[in-house]
């Protein structure tokens, strides 16, 4: 990251399909409460190798209505993954307003570089047992990792009750396989999306905001107010 975050930011160690989405919501609808008072916690975690610079400007730009969703829940913060390039994953600090997410947002550019999952996991798993994490978003399009190794840590954060939400650009089916197996062990969601999708990606983001920082009884008044994707998660909570 550039500037003031970037010397904050550490280095860790070492067409949407209707039936992912469909499969999202009902995944997110069986899911317990979570919440508790306060702030949530989410971990927004993102690809940022050179093949993802476009959905990364389109994160930059959605990440706002995670944070505005949740006001009225006491809030969230959210701390920023990346990895590029060789070997570099960093996180940022926990940030409580959108200004400042974004702009640490804005100041990373993309670069060539394998995928780095395992230690994004690795490095939500020592989060985790520092404080309270209430969930953590992914989005990438590759995954050229061990999906052993993967699946393992993702089995350790579903023992520590923090769902992965991963969102999929594309539909690379090596990774789609192992994307899919990583939110079921973590008892979380998968969802593919893309660039004509771009609505429905905010709109789930928001709802996965809502959930870490109010549990499912948010999720459903949220959906309730705000109809899309949101609405269609609290039918799905209707008939569980």
């Not at 400007?57 to 993954?81: K, W």
């Amino acid at each position: 990251m550039a500037g003031d975050d970037e010397k904050q930011a550490k280095s860790l160690t070492s067409t949407a399909a209707s039936g992912d989405v469909d499969a999202f919501i009902r995944k997110v609808a069986a899911m317990p409460q979570v919440r508790k008072a306060g702030s949530g916690r989410l971990i927004f975690a993102m690809d940022a190798t050179a093949s993802r610079q476009p959905t990364w400007d389109r994160a930059a730009a959605i990440q706002g209505q995670m944070f505005e969703a949740t006001q009225a829940l006491g809030g969230l913060e959210i701390q920023l993954v990346f990895y590029r390039g060789f070997r570099e994953c960093k996180a940022s600090r926990w940030y409580a307003a959108a200004a400042d997410l974004h702009r640490a947002m804005r100041g990373v550019f993309c670069a060539a570089g394998e995928t780095q999952i395992e230690r994004v996991l690795d490095h939500v798993v020592a989060e985790a047992r520092k404080g309270s994490v209430n969930a953590l978003v992914f989005v990438g399009d590759a995954m050229e990792e061990n999906p052993d190794r993967l699946c393992g840590r993702a089995g350790e954060l579903g023992l520590l009750g923090i769902p992965v939400f991963v969102f999929q650009e594309g539909s690379d089916a090596v990774a789609a396989r192992c994307f899919r197996e990583i939110a079921r062990l973590s008892k979380g969601a998968y969802s593919s999306f893309d660039g004509s999708s771009a609505q429905q990606l905010r709109e789930l983001l928001a709802a996965v905001a809502v959930y870490a920082a109010g549990g499912r009884p948010a999720l459903e008044a949220y959906g309730k107010e705000r109809g899309g994707a949101a609405l269609l998660l609290t039918s799905q909570l209707a008939k569980g």
